[in-house]
């Protein structure tokens, strides 16, 4: 099967507040991606650690990861702080997103 990779969007809404999702150079050691809902901000790192990049599917993922975090921190929802749950559900989002299938609006 040919998989098209899914790019993520430079802006959403989230709970009616716009979020901007900026390609920056590092946010931290070890950092791929920080949500900032106060700043309406998700932030991708394009190097992590020694100048490591990140690869194509791993921004995906991370984006998926921060996106999860800006819904639940606007639901203030106590899950937003278990760091495993956001990224199990993350990983299952990521990849239901690489295979979906659009209908076309007429």
């Known amino acids: ?27 931290g050691d070890g950092v791929l991606g920080e949500c900032a ?3 309406g901000t998700i932030e991708i790192a ?4 020694r100048n490591d990049e990140p690869t194509e599917s791993s921004k995906r993922n991370t984006f998926f990861h921060e996106l999860t975090h800006a819904i639940l921190g606007t639901m203030k929802h106590e899950l937003n702080d278990d760091e495993q749950f ?14 979906a299938k659009f209908i076309d609006k007429e």
């Open 86 to 99: 956001v990224s199990t559900f993350s990983s299952f989002l990521t990849e239901a997103m690489s295979d």
């Open 37 to 39: 809902i106060h700043r």
């Open 1 to 27: 099967m040919d998989y098209k990779l899914l790019s993520y969007p430079k802006q959403i809404k989230v709970g009616g507040q716009l979020i901007d999702i900026n390609d920056v150079d590092r946010i």
């Open 46 to 49: 394009r190097f992590v650690d």
